[in-house]
T-cell receptor, first 111, second 114 residues
Framework: SQELEQSPQSLIVQEGKNLTINCTSS?????LYWYKQKYGEGLIFLMM?????EEKSHEKITAKLDEKKQQSSLHITASQPSHAGIYLC???????????FGAGTRLFVKA | DVKVTQSSRYLVKRTGEKVFLECVQD?????MFWYRQDPGLGLRLIYF???????EKGDIPEGYSVSREKKERFSLILESASTNQTSMYLC?????????????FGSGTQLSVL
């Protein structure tokens, strides 16, 4: 079965610094999602990537899917306290019906 | 915006009790899902439903059952709660089957079984 591995597990950065979170799949990714979760709350959709080499941005967050479609990265530029939370990558199974998730990356931003 | 509402944010139950977790979505979504979230394990799919009265097992269905009598409502049932079911439970919905759709999540229910 497909598994998603996220790294790092947790990250503490100084406000204003850039950071990158990675998501690696054991199989080819047919749909890769990034979600953000504030502590103790539900997940909020950030972006979806489908094509090899695709890149999307929203405000200061950029997500990329590599050409081989087995790895994605999430990059935050000039981090702010509002970026703190848990970032999870998710992927559709081959049937496109169930979404599996990585274990998440906990981001702390020091003011 | 789609709203997915879970009936309780926090719940404390005793071992052996029957527990109902309710989830309602207001956007006529076909698919509904129940996940549990545990530290270091991420989200794991318990059950999902792609239509009224239809249900499919996810990756960890043991000890759980579900009910979907109406399109907007998807209930998760713990027949006899156990301490290893202490977890954050998240309900989600998506628009339709057969296409890659993002999930809309509720705020979660933190269940503690004592």
């Amino acid at each position: 079965s497909q598994e998603l591995e996220q790294s790092p597990q947790s990250l503490i950065v100084q406000e204003g610094k850039n950071l990158t979170i990675n998501c690696t799949s054991s199989k080819t990714l047919y749909g890769l999602y990034w979600y953000k979760q504030k502590y103790g709350e539900g997940l909020i959709f950030l972006m979806m990537l489908q094509k090899g080499g695709e890149e999307k941005s929203h405000e200061k967050i950029t997500a990329k899917l590599d050409e081989k479609k087995q790895q994605s990265s999430l990059h935050i530029t000039a981090s702010q306290p509002s970026h703190a939370g848990i970032y999870l990558c998710g992927a559709d199974n081959t049937g496109g019906f169930k979404t599996i998730f990585g274990a998440g990356t906990r981001l702390f931003v020091k003011a | 915006d789609v709203k997915v509402t879970q009936s309780s944010r926090y719940l404390v139950k005793r071992t052996g009790e029957k527990v109902f977790l309710e989830c309602v979505q207001d956007m006529d979504h076909e698919n509904m899902f129940w996940y549990r979230q545990d530290p270091g394990l991420g989200l794991r799919l318990i059950y999902f439903s792609y239509d009224v009265k239809m249900k499919e097992k996810g990756d960890i269905p043991e000890g759980y059952s579900v009910s979907r009598e109406k399109k907007e409502r998807f209930s998760l049932i713990l027949e006899s709660a156990s301490t290893n079911q202490t977890s954050m439970y998240l309900c989600a919905s998506s628009l339709s089957q057969g296409v890659r759709e993002k999930l809309f999540f509720g705020s979660g229910t933190q269940l503690s079984v004592l």
